[in-house]
């Protein structure tokens, strides 16, 4: 590996951190499209900045783009608050006005600037080892490692101190306000956050994809783990990973990195919206089928329950009786048979005492929901894990 | 009951977009009752709560808690939200929910230590949800989820405790534990603040009650003030024939 490329693959990992973290916070509080809104609405701020210091890295464009980027948060609620559109319609309505104004001034001024559009909605993350800082004639490696690396500390050292207000003001915002915790200073704090994170990124991934950044690692450490601090923890390492897998996969086919990058973010997600131990598709159908052959179960044995003539339990009338395939109701037999509920003495099935206990135990959690008694059965049976 | 007034609430009116939901709200609840605040949907039993905690700022009136402003005495109120409001699939335990209880007390910054987990552990044994402390909080049932919150508010040893709606969704059992929770806490000369719906059991369970529509009705003793005329009031006409169904 050359030295650019381990460049490369160092800033798209310290981008994809700091956007892990705020993009964690803001997908748990249903805040993902806010994200977006900042991501266009920056780039007025962006293009004054250029404006006025003709140096995409100078801290005054940063500073402008993310006051950009807090002015679309401020408008977006201004607009909800009256009442009259919900959220995202305000949303849909700030972002796009402000996208447009930087989109005309770049155009207007497009002779005199070196900033294009394409730069900016797509970043490009491979020209940043060019881009070097220099303090009095000694490199100091790429200008965009420092800003990006700046904002990562300063996110990291904030999610460090405010962890818990963040967490509290989250999870319940009525709690915090009532404990002196307010919201509203968190929430401008964590948007703040937030539109720095987007205007460092944005130079190296471009605006769009910072929205993919955030979102898509907190979604996806969403379906893995019922542990803030894990989700957070599985945000970085899904976008840490995205971000040098993304870089490879564009060196091989020679395309976007910033493309790329996200592919590979895309790629994670379905991978783990598929195969995710609890939450997954395939876990869900299969906790779905187990119910149905559970729920099948019971209703076998409670009929067992209930009748004592032999007829009512001979192998073949439950077929007919209970009206199931023959598929069915072998596998219902099977399941009775290995948890020593049933024993088949010349096909007339029995109850055995396990059985009997098992069928009044479910019958009254059935009937009264409640869940202390059955915490033993909820291990081996999906049915009853609400 | 002693003679101090725990809340005091002066010509309190607020409103949402400039629509009075609570018009000119006069009250005084004293220390060591047990306080069901009762009216019908819309009445604004959770705003007045809410605006009592700070969480909703009034257009006009003030708020006092032992003579003092809320902001003064936050470390002697404790509050449970309506269940639904925060989403239950926020990814975090039974345990670590009641030990937001106790992060008013630590202030900004600072986080829980063992002393915290320890109070927390012990809240949630007097509710009887201490083998669910790691559970992660979708997993519990709606009583249980419940509980928690009022763990949560334990944990919090205040002084004064506001509850918005703690039987909504619960079962039997459930309520039950609740209520003799909420029992023991006015023993203890706490002072607790309920907003409930089920107006079958406000004489068992409260001593103190206050009708509230849009403008107070009526405030005082369950056993002097309960009566059909201040439920027709409240309520609107011939309370008396569907409280009895």
């Known amino acids: ?386 | 009951m002693s003679d101090k007034i725990a809340v005091q609430v002066d010509d309190l009116t607020v409103a949402y977009n400039y629509k009075p939901v609570l018009w000119d709200i006069d009250l005084e609840i004293p220390e060591g009752v047990l306080m069901a605040i009762v009216g019908p949907n819309g009445a604004g039993k959770s705003t007045l709560i809410k605006s009592i905690l700070g969480i909703l700022k009034p257009i006009a009136g003030s708020v006092s808690i032992y003579g003092k402003s809320y902001d003064k005495q936050r470390s002697l109120v404790a509050y449970v939200p309506q269940k639904g409001s925060v989403d239950w699939d926020f990814p975090t335990t039974a345990l670590d929910v009641v030990m937001m209880g106790t992060y008013g007390s630590l202030g900004w910054i600072k986080r829980p230590r063992q002393k915290q987990k320890k109070a927390a552990l012990e809240a949630l044994e007097k509710v009887g949800m201490l083998p669910f402390k790691n559970r992660q909080i979708s997993q519990l049932s709606g009583g249980q989820q419940q509980r928690i919150f009022l763990a949560r508010a334990l944990v919090q040893d205040a002084s004064i405790y506001f509850m918005d709606e703690p039987f909504q969704g619960v079962d039997a059992t459930t309520e039950i534990a609740i209520i003799n929770i909420l029992k023991e806490l006015r023993k203890a000369g706490k002072t607790v603040i309920v907003v409930h719906h089920d107006l079958q059991t406000v004489p068992e369970y409260f001593d103190w009650v206050t009708f509230l529509n849009v403008k107070k009705i009526a405030t005082g003793p369950v056993k002097d003030i309960f009566n059909d005329d201040n439920l027709t009031k409240t309520y609107g006409i011939n309370y008396k024939v569907s409280i009895q169904e």
């Open chain 1, 1 to 386: 590996m050359s030295n650019a490329q381990i460049e490369i693959q160092l800033i798209a990992s310290l981008v994809a951190i700091a956007c892990a973290i705020p993009g964690t916070f803001l997908v748990l509080r249903k805040m993902a499209m806010i994200s977006d809104a900042i991501s266009h609405s920056i780039l007025p701020g962006i293009v004054v900045g250029f404006f006025i210091t003709h140096d995409l890295g100078s801290p005054i464009l940063i500073l402008l783009a993310t006051l950009a980027g807090v002015v679309t948060v401020v408008l977006v609620e201004y607009i909800q608050k009256t009442g009259l559109v919900k959220e995202d319609t305000a949303i849909g309505l700030v972002f796009p006005a402000l996208f447009s104004i930087g989109v005309i001034l770049i155009k207007k001024n497009a002779d005199d600037i070196h900033l294009d559009v394409d730069a900016v909605l797509l970043g490009e993350l491979a020209y940043a080892p060019f881009d070097r800082l220099l303090v009095s004639g000694v490199d100091l490696g790429p200008k965009s490692l420092w800003i990006v690396g700046a904002i990562l500390m300063i996110t990291i050292i904030l999610l460090f101190a405010f962890f818990k207000e963040l967490k509290l003001s989250t999870f319940d915002k009525g709690l915090a306000a009532s404990l002196g915790f307010s919201p509203v200073i968190i929430h401008y704090g964590l948007m703040t956050v937030s539109s720095i994170t987007t205007v460092g990124a944005f130079d190296a991934v471009g605006a769009i994809l910072v929205v993919a950044l955030m979102i898509a690692p907190a979604a996806t450490a969403y379906l893995l783990t019922t542990d803030l601090k894990k989700m957070l923890f599985l945000s970085i390492v899904f976008g840490v990973f995205s971000a040098i897998s993304g870089y490879w996969f564009a060196h091989w086919l020679d395309a976007s990195i910033a493309g790329s990058i996200t592919t590979m973010l895309g790629v994670l997600f379905l991978l783990v919206y598929l195969f995710a131990p609890n939450k997954g598709v395939i876990a869900v159908l299969y906790r779905e089928k187990q119910q149905r052959t559970e729920v099948s179960l019971l209703t076998f044995l409670l009929h067992l329950k209930n009748h004592d003539e032999e007829r009512e339990r001979h192998v073949n009338h439950l077929n007919e009786h209970i009206n199931w395939q023959k598929v069915r109701s072998k596998t219902v037999l099977e399941l009775a048979l290995k948890n020593n509920m049933i024993i088949i003495d010349n096909n007339i099935v029995s109850l055995t005492s396990k059985g009997d206990e098992f069928t009044t135990q479910a019958i009254d959690y059935i009937i009264t929901n409640e869940d202390a008694q059955i915490e033993d059965m909820k291990d081996d049976f999906f049915l009853f894990r609400g």
